[in-house]
């Protein structure tokens, strides 16, 4: 059994990492976090200020620090623990953009786990900023 997630999907806004992980998320051994609606032991109100929206966990800041690993995988991938352990024949992962613009939350995922995988999404920054604009026009 192993300890730790697999993979962390970081990006910037509008650049399509829903799209990539809504396309991830249906293989049907890539486990995305599902704490908020998978019935875990741990309760919202347990973990205040978390940003759950499903695909996005913001847990790397401020809440790794408060609550902990241990609750970070209770929370989030619960279900799916055997005995506190993640299943081998499983990759777990989640997508949360702004990780990338938070250098000590990159850090706490290198220390937590030097070999998991980060999959970067960009794209060409003046159609980025395009498709933004319009999503605060309209």
């Known amino acids: ?18 799209s990539v992980f809504n396309a991830i998320a249906q293989h ?7 704490g908020a609606i998978s019935g875990a032991n741990i309760s919202i109100e347990e973990i205040k200020g978390s ?17 902990g690993i ?10 799916f623990l055997v005995n506190g352990k993640f299943m081998e024949n499983f990759v777990y992962g989640e997508f949360t953009p702004n990780y990338i613009i938070f250098g000590e939350a990159l850090k706490s995922i290198r220390d937590y786990n030097p070999d ?21 026009k309209s």
Request: net charge positive.
């Open 1 to 18: 059994m192993k300890k730790t997630i697999d993979f962390i999907g970081i990006g910037c806004q509008k650049c399509g990492t829903t």
């Open 28 to 34: 049907l051994f890539i486990i995305p976090p599902n």
């Open 51 to 67: 940003q759950y929206t499903g695909k996005e966990c913001h847990y790397w800041g401020r809440d790794i620090r408060v609550f």
């Open 70 to 79: 241990d609750t970070y995988h209770k929370y989030y991938w619960g279900e």
């Open 116 to 136: 998991i995988k980060l999959m970067a999404v960009f794209r060409n920054p003046v159609e980025r900023l395009w498709s933004e604009y319009n999503m605060y």
